[in-house]
């Protein structure tokens, strides 16, 4: 009879844990959609003209 009590009283513990466990991922998973979805859009990164190389020379080199 000690067993079988022994077995429930660690298994309410157990149930507990896991509530406790789901609830606490249930809270960050919803967090971290949340987050992703209304979080204000980050600067986008400004596009930087790249000049050809042929224009990385100087214009007024004796050498042309």
Not at 11 to 27: K, P
Not at 34 to 56: F, G
């Amino acid at each position: 009879m000690n067993v079988i009590q022994s077995l429930l009283h660690y298994g309410s513990y157990a149930v507990a844990f896991y509530a406790l466990y789901f609830v606490v991922a249930a809270a960050a998973s919803s967090l971290y959609v949340w987050q992703r979805v209304y979080r204000k859009p980050e600067l986008q990164p400004v596009p930087v003209p790249v000049r050809a190389r042929r224009e990385l020379h100087d214009r007024d080199s004796r050498l042309r």
